[in-house]
């Protein structure tokens, strides 16, 4: 296994819009290799961090477990936050931080099966030791599931041709790596219209691996608790490669949005925020306000747009993965029940029931002497009615 060492993105930036300081809880969804946890303990605060993958759960103990109770790390989806607070006793925290999507070393990593430059296994799950691989997902899903997680979630305009030339691969037996699956995707591609500065392979092996983990359903069900996690006046913030309800180009374009609550007794601070993007020309607009006017009014708007949009997106994909569950889960039953019709058919003869006993539990006719008859109400064993014949 590869060490885990991996470079943190937007520290400086992430820090500033969480604004640490000594007395301070904060929550770290995504510990990774601990980089942003550093920042905020080195600004005095304490850090709860939660990690699904065991190698960055390793990696942030072994950087920051020097730093004694301020420090806490758990292996745990950010999705089960508040159900890891309570275990350990927290109310709330005085902010929160998620950096979404794949980690360079995991990436790096060909056993994770996340690469598509080197051959691995058909796995992708953050967390190796729960759920289902990718080898197992494609079994159960068909062609118009693969071609809507596809689309949707890797905004590939080639799905339909993706998706059916994955499935047609996997049917036949030669989809056994990562490396398999991106040649087989981008054979599906017509040369002309694959990236320039990208793998072909790259956005269906994003949608894959969002839907292997369920990470729109995690960012829901996190966004969903946020009221219940962060106190009022405190700030939660998320770091994300893509967006999928956005202009996605790639890998290259990293979104960090922050909300702040508003405080508990009002005051003309209604509510705060701050979004920062940073695109392929070098695009930056960044917005943080103290009180309440125009100004403010128009961040809080884009926040909570920003916010709208990405439960909306979230729960359309919901739908699209429930829909494809119930689809599969109908298919295996009209083949059990087809499976069940024949075996009832083959069993409803003596003979074959005969044959069972025989085969399965041993038994045999009996012997004649230990044959009872009813015969007039009186019985006799077959032994004497055969002789008195």
């Given amino acids: ?59 942030a103990r072994a950087r920051l477990g020097a730093r004694g109770e301020r ?18 006793g927290v109310r ?9 999507g794949v980690s360079s070393p995991q990436l790096d990593d060909p056993a994770r099966g996340f690469s598509f430059r080197a051959g691995g296994p058909l796995d992708m ?45 996997h049917r ?25 500065d990208l793998h072909p392979a790259t956005r269906t092996f994003q949608a894959l691996r969002i839907a292997v983990n369920d990470e729109l359903g995690a960012l829901s069900d996190f966004v969903g608790d946020l009221p219940r996690i962060v106190a009022r006046g405190g700030r939660a913030a998320a770091i994300s490669f893509h967006s999928l309800g956005a202009d996605e180009r790639g890998r290259a374009a990293r979104e960090p949005a922050l909300a702040q609550r508003a405080p508990a007794r009002g005051g003309e601070a209604g509510m705060s925020c701050a979004i920062r993007k940073t695109g392929f020309r070098g695009r930056r607009a960044a917005c943080g306000l103290r009180q309440l006017g125009a ?54 003869g003596a003979q074959r029931i005969e044959d069972l006993a025989r085969a399965r539990l041993g038994m045999g006719p009996p012997p ?7 015969v007039g109400g009186a019985l006799r064993s077959s032994a004497s009615m055969v002789a008195s014949k």
């Avoid at 809507?148 to 590939?156: K, P, S």
């Avoid at 949009?309 to 689809?327: C, D, H, K, P």
């Fill in 1 to 59: 296994m590869q060490p885990f060492e991996h470079r943190t993105v937007l520290r400086r930036e992430a820090v500033d819009l969480l604004a640490p300081a000594p007395g301070k809880v904060f929550l770290d969804g995504t510990l990774g290799g601990g980089g942003h946890a550093e920042a905020l303990l080195d600004a005095g605060a304490r850090v709860i961090g939660l990690d699904q993958d065991p190698a960055a759960l390793r990696a």
């Fill in 71 to 88: 420090f806490v790390a758990e292996q745990a989806n950010f999705r089960d936050a508040r159900s890891v607070l309570d275990r350990l």
């Fill in 92 to 100: 709330e925290v005085d902010g929160a931080l998620v950096d979404l």
């Fill in 125 to 169: 799950r953050m967390d190796p030791t729960r759920g289902e691989p990718l080898s197992a997902l494609l079994v159960r899903w068909d062609e118009k599931a693969l071609a809507r997680i596809v689309g949707t979630l890797g905004e590939e305009r080639f799905a339909r041709p993706i998706a059916r030339a994955i499935h047609r691969a």
């Fill in 172 to 196: 036949e037996g030669k989809l056994e790596d990562t490396a398999q699956l991106a040649d087989v995707v981008a054979r599906s591609i017509p040369r002309k219209a694959w990236p320039r």
């Fill in 295 to 348: 100004a403010t009014l128009a961040c809080a708007l884009l926040a909570a747009a920003a916010l709208l949009q990405i439960w909306v997106r979230t729960r359309v994909t919901e739908q699209g993965y429930r829909l494809s569950r119930l689809s599969a889960e109908r298919q295996q039953l009209v083949r059990d029940h087809e499976r069940l019709q024949l075996a009832a058919a083959r069993l409803g």
């Fill in 368 to 374: 004649a002497d230990r044959i009872i008859v009813l």
